[in-house]
C-alpha cells in the first residue's frame, strides 16, 4: 500500500458501529437502513481495518491473506445466513504496513481467519459489491484497554491513507438479558450506560471511558466481557481535539444491545 495520502481523498472517518444479531443482515430494519446510507455517504476506501469483537487472540494478529473467508461464527439462525459470503479481497500489504506501524506489541501475520460477523455483517449493508479489500486486526485478551487504546494510537496514519478503520462491537451486550420480543423496553441500566458513553464521547472524554467501569452496576451489567465494548477504545484512539463525532446510528434492542454507532471525522 502506498504510504503517501491520495491527493483527491482526503482523511477517512474512523468509525464505530454497534453490529447486534446476525438477524440484521437480512432484515430491513433502521439499522441496516442507516448503515447503507452512511455507506453511500462515505468516499470509496482504499482498503478496510476492521477490529471486530468476535475475534480474540492471545497476541496481537492480522488476517494477511488474498481471500479471506468468510466465517459463520453463529449457530441456530436461519440457512440463508449460514450460506451468505461477503467475497471481498484480502490485502498483505495493508496487513505488512500495520505490522510496521504498531509498535506497541508485535502484530503477527495470520492466514487462517478471515472475515466473522462482526464485519460483514455492517460492511454487507455499507460496501454491498465487496469490491474494496478488507483486513482485520484481532482484539489481544491480554492487553488492558490503555493497551488497546495505544495501538489505536498507532494506527491512526492509515486514516490519511485511504484507509476506513471500522471498531464494531456494542456499548452495551449482555446476552443473559436479551429479550428478542420488538416490544421489550431498554433496561434501565442499559440507557443510563449507552447514554454515559454518548455523553464521554460529545466531550471527547477518553480517559471516562478507557476507565467505564467507574460507572458501577451499570458497566457491570451493560459490559459483563470487554469484547464487544474494546473495538470503541481503537476509535476513540483516533480522534484529533478539532474533530467531531456523530451517531449516524442509535438504539437499543433485546433491552440489553446498544445499537450506537459513532464517526469520528
Do not use: C
Not at 460483514?120 to 459489491?129: A, D, G, R, T, Y
Not at 492487553?143 to 464494531?168: A, D
Amino acid at each position: 500500500m502506498n504510504k503517501t495520502t491520495n491527493p483527491r481523498q482526503s482523511r477517512l472517518p474512523a468509525l464505530f458501529l454497534g453490529h447486534g444479531s446476525p438477524m440484521n443482515v437480512i432484515e430491513k430494519n433502521p439499522f441496516g437502513i442507516g448503515w447503507e446510507l452512511l455507506g453511500k455517504s462515505l468516499a470509496k476506501p482504499r482498503a478496510i481495518l476492521s477490529i471486530s469483537a468476535h475475534w480474540e487472540t492471545n497476541g496481537t494478529y492480522v488476517t494477511a491473506m488474498q481471500q479471506p473467508r468468510t466465517i459463520h461464527d453463529f449457530g441456530n439462525f436461519p440457512q440463508a445466513l449460514h450460506e451468505f459470503q461477503y467475497p471481498a479481497p484480502g490485502s498483505p500489504e495493508l496487513a505488512n504496513r500495520i505490522q510496521s506501524l504498531v509498535t506497541r506489541t508485535t502484530v503477527l501475520p495470520d492466514l487462517a481467519w478471515g472475515l466473522d460477523h462482526g464485519t460483514w455483517s455492517v460492511l454487507s449493508w455499507m460496501f454491498p459489491q465487496a469490491d474494496i479489500p478488507v483486513v482485520q486486526l484481532s482484539l489481544n485478551r491480554n492487553l488492558s484497554p490503555q493497551g488497546h487504546y495505544e495501538i489505536g494510537r498507532e494506527l491512526k496514519p492509515l486514516r490519511e491513507e485511504g484507509v476506513l478503520i471500522l471498531g464494531s462491537g456494542n456499548i452495551v451486550h449482555n446476552l443473559d438479558f436479551f429479550d428478542p420480543n420488538p416490544s421489550t423496553s431498554p433496561y434501565p441500566w442499559a440507557a443510563s450506560f449507552d447514554e454515559s458513553i454518548k455523553q464521554f464521547l460529545l466531550k471527547n472524554d477518553h480517559e471516562s471511558i478507557l476507565n467505564f467501569d467507574h460507572l458501577g452496576e451499570t458497566a457491570r451489567l451493560s459490559v459483563p466481557t470487554p469484547e464487544h465494548f474494546l473495538p470503541l477504545i481503537y476509535i476513540i484512539a483516533m480522534q484529533d481535539k478539532t474533530e467531531r463525532i456523530t451517531f449516524p446510528v442509535e438504539g437499543v434492542v433485546a433491552g440489553a444491545a446498544s445499537m450506537r454507532g459513532a464517526m469520528i471525522s
